[in-house]
C-alpha cells in the first residue's frame, strides 16, 4: 500500500489520531520485502544455526567464513549504495533482514556490527575516496569493520574519551594514543572506526586499519552471553593514522556517533523482535509435549497465560518496529540518491525520528528479556540446561538493554530529546499541553477525537486519552523544571515509559485494524484480543507511572485535580483477560510457532 | 541448450494442514505455500547446465495466480523466464503432465527438469507422465548427472543403493535430493526479478483421469501400554503382540 507524502513528524504520534492507511503494518509487506526475508531466514536456519556450537566456542574463522557467505547472498551491503557495490535498499528491508538474523544471537551481533555501525559510518559521513576503498570490500565481506566508542572510563559518556590524536610534524598523520574498550568484532576485523580528541578536545572519528603501525587488540572478553562474538580492547600505541581517515569532519565525532547509534537502536530493535519470536516457537512446542500430572503443560492456565503474554508482546514490538521503518522509508523515498547532499538528507530522515528508535530499543530488548525469562520457566529445569536451545537465549538476550546507549540513557533520551523538539517547536506539544491544562483548569474534560468505528471504539478512545495523560504531563513537568529538567530523571523516565506503551499500543491497535480490513474480523479474531489485553494492562501501566510523575509535581488541590483528571482518562471495565489470553495460546499452540 | 523446468506451489512442510469443508481438499487458509523441495533441485541443476553451457532456462508451473510466489522465487534464483499456465480447476497428476506436455511440445527444449514428486499430493507420477506423452526417455530420481555432447549420464537411487543410466538428449529428468545444494536467492536476484514479466499461457483444460472423492488424516496414534518393567513382563507382552496387536 503506498503511503501517504505527507511525512509524520518524529514524536508527533503524541498528538493526534492517526488513520490506519497513515500507519505502515508487517501486512504491507512488498513481495520484494518478503523475498528477502525468506532468503535470510533459510541462510539462518541452512548455514548458521547448524554452526551455533562452533560460533559459541568462537571457532576460528566461522564467524568470518558466515560473512562472507552473508555477503555473496547481498546481506552485507543492504545499506550500501549502489554505486560502491552495495544494493541500496530500503529501511524495511534492512529490518527484515536484522529480524530473521536476530535468532542467531552472536552471529547476529557480529553481522549487526559490521553492517550496523562498523559500516554505516563510512556510508553516511565518508568522502567518495572512502566510500570507493572500504564500502566494496565490506559489502562483500572481504574485509570485515567494527566500532570503537566506548572506553574502559567513558561508556554511557561516550564523549569523555580519552583517547587522543595529534597531528605529525609532517601533517600526513595523526598519532592515535590510548584504549579503546569492548569493541565488537574486533577479534577478526580489518577496520576500526575509531574515536578520539584531536589535541585532547577535538571529539573526531577516524577509519584505522588493522595494520596500521602502532594498532593492536587485546585479549578476548569472557562474557556472560553471546560468547561467541568477539570482544576486545583496541590498543593504540602512537598508531599512525593517515589524515585522509579522518571521517566527518574534524570536532564533529559527536554527530558521527549519534546519528549511527539512532540507526543501530533500530536494528536493534528488529533483531530482538526475531530473536523473540523464535524462542516463543521453541517455549510452545516444548509445552506441548512435556507432560507432568497426566497433561501436556501448554494445556494448564499459568503456562498459557506465559506463552500469550509474550506473543502479545511481540506483536505490540513487531507493530511498532515496522511502522516506525514505513515512516523512515517514506521520507528516504523522496530522495534522489544521486544528490550529492543525498546523505546528509537521509541522516536528517532517520534523526527526525530518534525519538521513536529510543523508544524502540528500549521497549524490544525489554519485550525479547521478558520472553526468554519466561521460555526458561517454561522448560523449567532443562530451561536451566545447555542441552537446550532456551539457555543461550536467555543469556544472549541481556546483552541488549546494556549497548547502543544503555537503556537508563534510551528513557531520558526518548523524553527528553521530545521535550527539546518541543521547546524548539518543531512539534506543537507545548501548545498542546497547555490546552489540556488550561480544559482542566476550566473544569471542563479534555477532548479526545471520537473513535471511528465499532471494533476496538474502546481502545481507541483510552489510547487517545493516554496521549493526553502524557502530553499534560510532559507539558506540566517541563513548565516546572525548566532547564533543571535532567535533575527529574525518574521523572522522565516514568514518562518515557507511558510514551512507550502509547506507542506500543497505537501500533498495534492500527495495525490490527488494518488487518481486520484486509481480512475481516473472524480471521482476526486473535489479533482483536491480543490489543484488548494490551491496552487494558497498558493502561494500567501507565497509571502507575502517571501517579508517580504526579506526585513529584504537583501536591495539594493541583495534586487532587490532576487525580481525578488522570482516573478519568484511565476509567474503564476490565477485559476477560483470561478467557483471551488463553484463545491466543490455544492459537500459538496450534499453529506451534509465533502466530497472533 | 534449451532448459524447460516445471515446478510446483505447494503447502510448507512445516504447517498443520487442516482438511476443508468439502471433505476432499485442504483449508487452504492460514497455509505458508512454498517452491516444492524437490523442484529446488530442479531448477539448480538447470542453472548450473546454463552456466556451464549457456541457453536459457524457462520455469513453468500450472495454477493460479498464488503460483507466481513461487515463479517469482524461481526467477530470483536465476531462471531467465518464467510462465504460468493459468488455471484453478482441481487435476490429477495424468491432466497436470497433459498440461506441462502440450507446453512443452511448444518450446522443444533439450532438457525438461522436474521434482521427484510434489510434496502436496506425493503422486510422483506427473514427471514419468510428461515424458510418456512427449515421447522421450527419462530418468527418475536422479542423484547425479552430468551432459556431454547429446548424451546423458546420471546415477538414480534406487532401494539400498544406485544405477548409472544413460540416455540421449532431450530427456525429462527428476530430481532427487542430493542431485546438488541449491542456491538461495540473492537480494540481487530478488531485485532483478522484480523487472522480469511473469508471462501467462492458457493451458489444456483439465480432463482429469481420477477425482478425489474424500481425503482423511491417519487415525490418531492411541496411547502406548507399558506391559512391566523386566523379564517376568516378556510372555505378556509376547501375548498382546500376538493377539491384540496381530504383528506377530
Ligand atoms: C558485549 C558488548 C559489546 C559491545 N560492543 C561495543 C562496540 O562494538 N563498540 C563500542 O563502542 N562499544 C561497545 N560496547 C560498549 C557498550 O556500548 C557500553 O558498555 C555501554 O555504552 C555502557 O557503558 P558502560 O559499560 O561504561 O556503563 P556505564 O556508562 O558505566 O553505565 C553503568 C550504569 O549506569 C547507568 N548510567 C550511566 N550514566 C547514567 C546517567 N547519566 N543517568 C542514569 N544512569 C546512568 C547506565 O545506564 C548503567 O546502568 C559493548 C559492550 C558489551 C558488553
Ligand atoms: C540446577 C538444578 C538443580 C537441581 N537439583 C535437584 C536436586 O538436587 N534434587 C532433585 O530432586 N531435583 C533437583 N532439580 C530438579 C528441579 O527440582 C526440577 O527441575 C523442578 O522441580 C521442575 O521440574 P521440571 O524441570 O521437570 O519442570 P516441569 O515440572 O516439567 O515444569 C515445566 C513448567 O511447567 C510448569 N508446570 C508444571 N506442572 C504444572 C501445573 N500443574 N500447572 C501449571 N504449571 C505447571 C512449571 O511450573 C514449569 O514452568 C534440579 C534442577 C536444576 C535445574
Redesign the interface.
Known amino acids: 500500500m503506498e503511503q501517504k507524502s505527507t511525512h509524520v513528524k518524529g514524536g508527533e504520534f503524541l498528538l493526534r489520531t492517526f488513520t490506519t492507511d497513515e500507519i505502515f503494518i508487517p501486512e504491507d509487506f512488498s513481495e520484494q520485502q518478503i523475498m528477502i526475508a525468506q532468503t535470510t531466514e533459510e541462510f539462518i536456519a541452512k548455514e548458521v544455526l547448524p554452526r551455533i556450537h562452533d560460533i559459541e566456542e568462537m571457532k576460528e574463522g566461522v564467524a568470518v567464513e558466515l560473512l562472507r557467505k552473508a555477503g555473496e547472498l547481498g546481506l552485507l551491503s543492504i545499506d550500501i549504495p549502489e554505486a560502491y557495490g552495495g544494493l541500496g535498499l530500503d529501511k524495511t528491508s534492512t529490518m527484515l533482514a536484522s529480524e530473521k538474523i536476530g535468532p542467531s544471537g552472536s552471529w547476529a551481533v557480529s553481522h549487526g556490527a559490521h553492517t550496523g555501525i562498523g559500516t554505516l559510518p563510512i556510508v553516511y559521513f565518508g568522502t567518495e575516496e572512502q566510500k570507493k576503498k572500504y564500502l566494496p570490500k565490506f559489502a562483500a565481506g572481504e574485509w570485515i569493520s567494527s566500532y570503537s566508542l566506548s572506553e574502559a572510563g567513558s561508556g554511557s559518556d561516550a564523549l569523555s574519551a580519552r583517547t587522543t590524536a595529534v597531528l605529525s610534524k609532517d601533517r600526513t598523520k595523526y598519532i592515535l594514543n590510548g584504549t579503546k574498550m569492548w569493541l565488537s568484532n574486533a577479534g577478526f576485523a580489518d577496520v576500526y572506526i575509531t574515536f578520539a580528541k584531536i589535541d585532547g578536545e577535538k571529539f573526531t572519528a577516524f577509519i584505522i586499519e588493522k595494520d596500521f603501525p602502532g594498532v593492536s587488540t587485546g585479549a578476548e572478553e569472557k562474557k556472560l552471553g553471546i560468547k561467541g562474538s568477539s570482544t576486545r580492547t583496541l590498543i593504540l600505541e602512537n598508531a599512525e593514522v593517515p589524515v585522509e581517515n579522518v571521517l566527518g569532519e574534524i570536532g564533529r565525532g559527536h554527530i558521527v556517533a549519534f546519528n549511527i547509534l539512532n540507526i543501530g537502536r533500530f536494528k536493534l530493535a528488529a533483531s530482538v523482535i526475531g530473536a523473540a519470536k523464535t524462542v516463543i516457537g521453541e517455549a510452545v512446542k516444548y509445552a506441548k509435549t512435556r507432560e507432568q500430572f497426566n497433561s501436556p503443560i501448554a494445556n494448564f492456565g499459568l503456562i498459557k497465560h506465559k506463552l500469550a503474554e509474550m506473543v502479545i508482546r511481540t506483536y505490540a514490538g513487531e507493530s511498532m518496529v515496522y511502522r516506525t521503518a514505513g515512516a523512515i522509508d517514506a521520507i528516504l523515498k523522496d530522495i534522489d540518491s544521486a544528490n550529492p547532499e543525498a546523505s546528509k538528507q537521509i541522516l536528517k530522515g532517520i534523526e527526525e525520528y530518534a525519538v521513536e528508535c529510543a523508544m524502540l530499543k528500549v521497549y524490544c530488548s525489554e519485550i525479547l528479556d521478558y520472553v526468554v525469562d519466561e521460555a526458561v520457566q517454561i522448560f523449567g529445569g532443562y530451561g536451566y540446561s545447555e542441552e537446550y536451545p532456551v539457555a543461550r537465549a536467555y543469556r544472549d538476550s541481556r546483552i541488549n538493554r546494556i549497548f547502543e546507549g544503555t537503556n537508563e540513557i534510551n528513557r531520558l533520551l526518548t523524553s527528553g530529546m521530545l521535550l527539546k523538539r518541543s521547546v524548539k517547536g518543531e512539534i506543537p506539544l507545548l501548545p498542546h499541553a497547555k490546552k489540556l491544562f488550561d480544559d482542566i483548569l476550566g473544569g471542563s474534560r479534555p477532548m479526545t477525537d471520537q473513535p471511528s468505528g465499532e471494533l476496538l471504539a474502546a481502545e481507541q478512545q483510552l489510547i487517545g486519552n493516554a496521549k493526553n495523560t502524557v502530553v499534560l504531563l510532559l507539558g506540566a513537568a517541563g513548565q516546572k523544571y525548566l532547564d533543571k529538567i535532567a535533575d527529574e530523571q525518574e521523572v522522565l523516565g516514568a514518562i518515557s515509559d507511558m510514551m512507550m506503551e502509547t506507542y506500543a499500543m497505537e501500533s498495534a491497535l492500527a495495525r490490527g485494524l488494518k488487518t481486520v480490513q484486509m481480512h475481516g474480523a473472524e480471521k482476526s479474531a486473535g489479533v482483536v484480543s491480543a490489543i484488548q489485553v494490551l491496552v487494558d494492562d497498558g493502561m494500567s501501566r501507565i497509571d502507575t507511572s502517571a501517579r508517580l510523575v504526579l506526585a513529584r509535581i504537583a501536591e495539594g488541590d493541583m495534586l487532587r485535580t490532576y487525580m481525578t483528571v488522570l482516573k478519568r482518562m484511565t476509567r474503564r471495565m476490565p477485559v476477560n483477560s483470561v478467557a483471551m489470553r488463553r484463545e491466543i495460546a490455544d492459537r500459538l499452540a496450534e499453529a506451534e510457532r509465533y502466530t497472533v | 541448450m534449451k532448459l524447460v523446468v516445471c515446478i510446483n506451489h505447494v503447502p510448507d512442510t512445516?504447517t498443520?494442514v487442516k482438511i476443508g469443508p468439502d471433505g476432499k481438499s485442504i483449508d487452504r487458509?492460514?497455509v505458508n505455500f512454498i517452491l516444492n523441495p524437490y523442484d529446488e533441485f530442479a531448477i539448480e541443476e538447470c542453472l548450473r547446465l546454463r552456466e556451464k553451457n549457456g541457453g536459457e532456462v524457462v520455469a513453468v508451473s500450472l495454477g493460479g495466480d498464488s503460483h507466481k510466489?513461487t515463479l517469482?522465487?524461481a526467477l530470483?534464483m536465476g531462471v531467465d523466464k518464467a510462465v504460468l499456465l493459468k488455471d484453478e480447476a482441481p487435476r490429477d497428476s495424468f491432466s497436470v503432465a497433459q498440461a506441462l506436455a502440450d507446453f512443452i511440445r511448444g518450446v522443444s527444449p533439450d532438457l525438461i527438469f522436474l521434482g521427484k514428486q510434489s510434496v502436496d499430493s506425493d503422486d510422483a507420477a506427473v514427471g514419468m507422465m510428461v515424458a510418456e506423452m512427449l515421447g522421450l526417455p527419462s530418468v527418475s530420481v536422479a542423484v547425479k548427472m552430468e551432459v556431454d555432447g547429446k548424451t546423458i549420464t546420471a546415477e538414480r537411487e534406487i532401494e539400498g543403493g544406485h544405477e548409472k543410466v544413460e540416455c540421449s538428449i532431450p530427456a525429462v529428468i527428476t530430481a532427487q535430493k542430493g542431485l546438488n545444494e541449491p542456491r538461495?536467492?540473492?537480494?540481487?536476484g530478488?531485485?532483478a526479478?522484480?523487472s522480469k514479466p511473469i508471462e501467462e499461457v492458457q493451458p489444456t483444460p483439465a480432463q482429469p483421469k481420477v477425482d478425489v472423492v474424500a481425503m482423511k488424516k491417519p487415525p490418531a496414534k492411541s496411547a502406548g501400554k507399558i506391559v512391566g518393567a523386566d523379564v517376568s513382563a516378556v510372555p505378556e507382552l509376547v501375548r498382546l503382540l500376538r493377539e491384540e496387536a496381530k504383528v506377530i
Do not use: D, F, N
Open positions: 512445516e498443520k487458509t492460514g510466489e517469482r522465487k530470483a538461495y536467492p540473492s537480494l540481487k530478488i531485485m526479478a522484480k
